[in-house]
């Protein structure tokens, strides 16, 4: 038989040593764990006291709208705050309620014919006022007054706006600047020669242009007419007390043309070369001839406007020295400018386009 042997392993001490104080360690964490949890589950224990986080106040902001340079309340302005939005009642007033306080907050304020406003602000109060001017918005309204007749533009006529009044210049035109945005403004436009003008608009844009269009009060072709035949009589007279008005029949600005066919004119003593020429050649044509006539005929007038006009026209001039002497006669084909001063037409431009002699 064979024989069994037993090996015998053993551990040093040092190991064995460890493994006791690893089953003593492991003891004590165990009665420590039932020990704590005996003593939480005690009814004389204290609970621990679980604090809420800290509330965010509330309150409210209100103010009143106003106009930066009046003072004026703006009522129906447009206020926003966070999400909510409200209209300034008829004294300019807003008020938003329960606004959850910050330390950035924006107003925003809108308004018609105003410039809109942000304004940032802090908010840890029950009640904030805050009020809010807003500027007004300006532009310029520009534009040219027309004669309804002919479409072109009159000049010197009066335009009014708000407290300003300019007069057109030699184009029509007229200009307004700094003229505050609204709503039922009224341009004017006025002048003796016209019928008077006035327009209600809107002005909320930077710059407006309105062209105002004029209805002539006279008829012009009927006044150059008048105008010609008080012009021939007062030749006819051969007065020299009349000398001073007919040279009021000629503006200070006039002048004849310097072409060849209109120098001969001038300088045959038919028509003055400027202003300063009138009194001197009437005088000699009355001093030299004993009849003198200027028959105007075949008159056509093309009006710029009621105060200035073009015409194509012929004119006889009819001349005797003595009464025993033959007449003499020119006859030419003429252009004749005039303009309205201080409501009285007068002569600005004389021009000779073809010229005959009869002797």
Known sequence: MESHRTTVIRFPAADVEVSMKIKNTYRLLTILSLTVAYVGCSENSPVPEIQPPETTGFGNVSGIISDAATGDSIPGARVSLLDQRVEADSDGRYVFTHIQHSDSLNLTVEAKHYDTEVRGFSFNAENLTLDVSLERLFGAVSGIVTDTRTGNPVPGVTVGLLDQLVTTDSNGRYNFIHIPYSEGLMLTASDADYQGSTHTFTLDVERMVLKIPLRPLTNTEAEIGEFLNGFSAMIASTDVNNLEIIQNQFSESYRAADDPIT??????????????????????LFQKYSVLEFQFHDIHVNAAHAREVSTRLMLDVISQKEPQLDMGRLSADCRMDF????SYWRIIFWQLHHVEVHL
């Open 339 to 342: 303009s309205k001063e201080s």
């Open 263 to 284: 120098r001969f004119g001038v300088e045959s003593g038919s028509i003055p070369a400027d202003y300063e020429h009138v009194i001197p050649l009437v005088t000699e």
